[in-house]
């Protein structure tokens, strides 16, 4: 009896001893954008657990994940790209990609991760698992004349979209071949300002700034080339001026019907996704910048650019009217939706904290202190086409 | 002479003496607006030009590139936008003398 005891003793010591296992889909993380730190985040304590320093220059970074939710890829401003292990708590690897980065994002089979540049204006292809430059497309739409890229979304088949900002066209690359891509090229408009791929990975949408209207790409019929939609939104108005520029990823389609923000007016409009027509426009308290569904659809959140950037309206989406206006904090300038959608993470620079609100009730039911927060990531991204 | 008198007088003292160390700016905002407005270059005008002015949408704003451009045409940008372009106009959120701080502080070492 007593040898019986001791084994089982010394069996529960044994598993005491062991890492303690755990997955990782209740895990993210959260950009803290002067500082160059990330806090990493358990949403189901809705807690931090971690904070990792030296990632460079987080203004305007975002992050992607790779398929299995351990790693974070961050794409810092300064250009430097950094591995991060969710699990181990540590910087894997980093490296200094270009001079001036604006986002990136990770193949659909997640070996390649791919980052979109500024300067020098193109995209860089690296291998997830060492961060190995594979390839690069820069983006030289006339002879010595490169864009500024936007917009870069995975789409099926290990292709990239993007759009130039400069080169008015959006480019669609494969990289079936990782270290030898194909690029082809869709005139758009002018001066697309971001792109987002529809959740069926189907659609590439690239908003214009140079002109009123959206050019659409159906990736299934890219032979017939990007044709405009929601040409004319502004009917000739004078357009108010946009003081940041919105943000299409994290997209919004519910319910059938895509919700995205106007340019250089207070409103989100609303498009049919079957027939791609404008059905409705919300008016709302600011240029929007993140237009973003709760998973379900039930809802639209918005934030907004400056001076109006302490404010979040919420859209029900079966009546399209805007259901609940707050002023959650100072410089709101990201959301993120918990996997399933019950809370919604607020990011507020100004008063240096993320903020947790319950989207049934709209009740404040947690805050992070989190320094200069921009970013919040979560890894349910990691399953997503566009994220 | 009143304490609040002699206050004020040594006030003028003061800023006659800073004006004698080094030329004064027309109309050089208070130090809490400047903190103001340093936030917002670094912030929101940071949403295009880089939390650290090294660029973005919009062009660096470092004195190794603004250094041979017109500072009223610099001024004037800030203040009433470039048409055409991203850049908005500023004129709600400030004066044209801010402006003209702005550029000043763009030029030589802006203030983190």
Not at chain 1, 128 to 135: K, Q, R
Request: charge should be neutral; include cysteine; hydrophobic fraction near 40%.
């Amino acid at each position: 009896m007593r040898l019986i005891l001791a084994f089982v003793l010394a069996l529960l010591l044994n598993a005491c001893a062991g890492p303690q296992l755990r997955g990782t889909g209740d895990l993210g993380l959260v950009i803290e954008r002067a500082s160059g730190h990330v806090t990493l985040v358990n949403t189901t304590a809705r807690q931090p657990y971690a904070r990792i320093a030296g990632l460079g220059d987080l203004s305007h970074a975002s992050a992607v994940y790779s398929r299995d939710g351990r790693y974070a890829y961050i794409f810092g401003r300064d250009g430097g790209l950094t591995k991060v292990d969710l699990l181990a708590e540590k910087i894997v690897k980093r490296v200094i990609q270009s001079g001036n980065a604006i986002g990136g994002s990770i193949s659909q089979d997640g070996r390649i991760v791919v980052a979109q540049n500024y300067a020098p204006g193109g995209i860089k292809a690296f291998d997830a698992e060492t961060l190995e430059l594979l390839a690069e497309v820069p983006a030289e739409y006339a002879p010595g004349q490169f864009s500024k890229v936007v917009g870069l979304a995975d789409v099926p088949g290990n292709k990239f979209a993007y759009a130039l900002f400069d080169g008015g066209e959006i480019w669609v690359t494969d990289f079936s071949n990782p270290r030898a891509p194909t690029t082809r090229r869709y005139p758009a408009g002018q001066q697309p300002y971001d792109g987002l791929v529809t959740p069926d990975g189907r659609h590439y949408m690239a908003g214009l700034f140079g002109e009123d209207g959206v050019a659409l790409l159906d990736l299934w019929q890219p032979e017939k080339g990007a044709r405009k939609i929601l040409e004319n939104y502004g009917r000739g108005q004078e357009k108010l001026p946009v003081f940041k520029m919105p943000h299409l990823r994290g997209w919004s389609v519910a319910q059938g019907k895509a919700y995205l923000p106007a340019i250089g007016r207070h409103e989100v409009l609303v498009v049919d996704v079957a027939t791609w027509q404008e059905v409705g426009r919300i008016p709302v308290r600011g240029q929007p910048v993140f237009v973003m569904a709760r998973p379900d659809g039930r809802q639209v959140w918005v934030n907004f650019a400056f001076p109006d950037n302490g404010r979040i309206d919420v859209i029900d989406t079966p009546s399209g009217k805007v259901v609940h206006r707050m002023d959650p904090g100072k410089g709101i300038l990201h959301m993120e939706f918990a996997p399933r959608g019950e809370n919604v993470w607020l990011s507020a620079r100004d008063d240096n904290k993320v903020v947790i609100y319950d989207t049934e009730n709209f009740a404040r039911i947690g805050e992070i202190p989190a320094a200069s927060p921009s970013g919040i990531f979560f890894t349910s991204r990691a399953t997503r086409i566009g994220f | 002479m009143s304490a609040s008198n002699f206050v004020f007088g040594l006030f003028l003292l003061s800023t006659a003496a800073l004006g004698l160390v080094r030329p004064a700016i027309a109309g050089e905002p208070a130090p809490a607006r400047q903190k103001e407005l340093v936030h917002l270059v670094r912030q929101d005008c940071g949403s295009c030009h880089g939390m650290t002015l090294n660029g973005g949408l919009g062009p660096a704003l470092l004195p190794e590139t603004l250094r041979d451009k017109p500072v009223e045409g610099l001024v004037a940008t800030i203040y009433y936008g470039r048409p055409g372009t991203p850049m908005p106009p500023w004129k709600q959120f400030m004066s044209e003398a801010e402006a003209a701080w702005i550029v000043d502080k763009l030029m030589t070492k802006f203030p983190q």
